[in-house]
């Protein structure tokens, strides 16, 4: 029987859980996720292989185990951010500062893109988790159009449009660089969804 880690069964498998999304994490970032194998991640995390199969039938399904966890810290930790923050410009600021600090090992990772090396079945999955946080910028959107910071226009596209800004960014490593093109980036996307100038600038 494997040595049980923490103080219970539960405390074991949380564990073990986050051992394996870090040596996932690791090794996406070291190379493409289709040359990954499970014995790769079983290795890195310093499991037995068949430890993985207790928590995750396959790669994919460990990967949206991964991303799953992922999501959920990083929309606890956006809506912290924004609980006091009223003014939907501020907000939008706020949105765009988290995003800038998000490291997303799963789409910066080398090799094919994983739209490219998934079934349908887990990409279907992974834009259920994308929605989790568009839903976010969704009402930051809304609540400026209704008070007026924002001209009345067409969400849904605006969404993508600002999440593609965002997501497509490459922000320095150095202090006063990154703090640059935060800025740009903020007056950008303020002036893109139409805030009032004084606030975009």
Do not use: W
Request: proline share 5%.
């Amino acid at each position: 029987m494997p040595k049980i880690i923490g103080k219970s069964l539960h405390e074991h498998r949380q564990m073990t859980r986050h051992k394996l999304f870090a040596a996932l994490s690791t090794l996406m970032a070291e190379r493409g996720f289709d040359t990954i194998t499970l014995a790769d991640i079983a290795q890195a995390a310093g499991v037995g292989r068949t430890a993985v199969y207790n928590h995750f039938a396959d790669k994919e399904a460990l990967l949206l185990g991964f991303i799953t966890h992922e999501t959920e810290q990083y929309a606890h930790t956006l809506e912290r951010a924004l609980t006091e923050v009223d003014d939907p410009v501020m907000q939008l600021r706020t949105y765009i500062r988290q995003q800038a600090q998000l490291t997303t090992v799963f789409h910066l990772a080398p090799g094919p893109d994983l739209r490219t090396v998934l079934s349908r079945t887990t990409q279907a999955r992974l834009r259920e988790h994308a929605e989790i946080v568009e839903s976010i910028l969704k009402r930051i959107l809304r609540e400026g159009v209704e008070t007026g910071a924002f001209p009345p226009q067409d969400i849904e596209p605006t969404v993508q449009l600002v999440n593609a800004c965002l997501s497509g960014r490459l922000i320095p490593s150095d202090p006063e660089g990154r703090e640059r093109t935060i800025r740009a980036t903020e007056t950008f996307v303020l002036r893109a969804v139409g805030a009032r100038p004084q606030m975009a600038a």
